[in-house]
T-cell receptor, first 116, second 115 residues
């Protein structure tokens, strides 16, 4: 199984709502990532988890809260978002952390988030 | 610091003709390089990767890329374009910094196939 799954596919939420995005992989990968992608732009890294511990936070606002309950699951909790947070949220995993060589990341299909 | 420059934001080719998508990189270490494809409203799919083995890398769907260290380039090619190749393509460089793995994406090249 070389698949990363994400739920839901689409999410519409108001600025006062609390919602969560879910990501799952069963490839035994030990690094998982959250990216944000705006239209016609490349993905921007938000968070990296390595062996279920947060290793990189790219100065993401606290209204985004990641969680890694186990090695297969990654959640992104959303609270009090702004309309400019509307984007495609991508999850990825890799066999990392490697020292050398570098391993590719496998991406899920994404969650299309709209904040109203 | 690593960086990637995709030289063309948009490339149009006729179906059945060759495809060339250009990518130049900058890296302080020995880089790993990737090409990813993204179809509309989809996630990213890995086309191919270079990790310091053979400099000519073959990927899926007939794509290949050549790593040229002297030119710091990693251009993507395909001999004959198919309508299903229409998508956004990202050139990506990765550096393993002893436990922290980060990808740096190019700005993307939109490939249009003319019937």
């Amino acid at each position: 199984d070389t698949e990363v799954t994400q739920t839901p596919k689409h999410l519409v939420m108001g600025m006062t709502n609390k919602k969560s995005l879910k990501c799952e992989q069963h490839m035994g990968h030990r690094a998982m990532y959250w990216y944000k992608q705006k239209a016609k732009k490349p993905p921007e890294l938000m968070f990296v988890y390595s062996y279920e511990k947060l290793s990189i936070n790219e100065s993401v606002p606290s209204r985004f809260s990641p969680e890694c309950p186990n090695s297969s699951l990654l959640n992104l909790h959303l609270h009090a978002l702004q309309p400019e947070d509307s984007a495609l949220y991508l999850c990825a995993s890799s066999p990392s952390p490697p020292v050398q060589p570098s391993y590719e990341q496998y991406f899920g299909p994404g969650t299309r988030l709209t904040v109203t | 610091a690593q960086s990637v420059t995709q030289l063309d934001s948009h490339v149009s080719v006729s179906e059945g003709t060759p495809v060339l998508l250009r990518c130049n990189y900058s890296s302080s270490y020995s880089p790993s390089l990737f090409w990813y494809v993204q179809h509309p409203n989809k996630g990213l799919q890995l086309l191919l990767k270079y990790t310091s083995a053979a400099t000519l890398v073959k990927g899926i769907n007939g794509f290949e890329a050549e790593f040229k260290k002297s030119e710091t380039s990693f251009h993507l090619t395909k001999p004959s374009a198919h309508m299903s190749d229409a998508a956004e393509y990202f050139c990506v460089v990765s550096e393993s910094n002893f436990g922290n793995e980060k990808l740096t994406f190019g700005t993307g090249t939109r490939l249009t196939i003319i019937p």
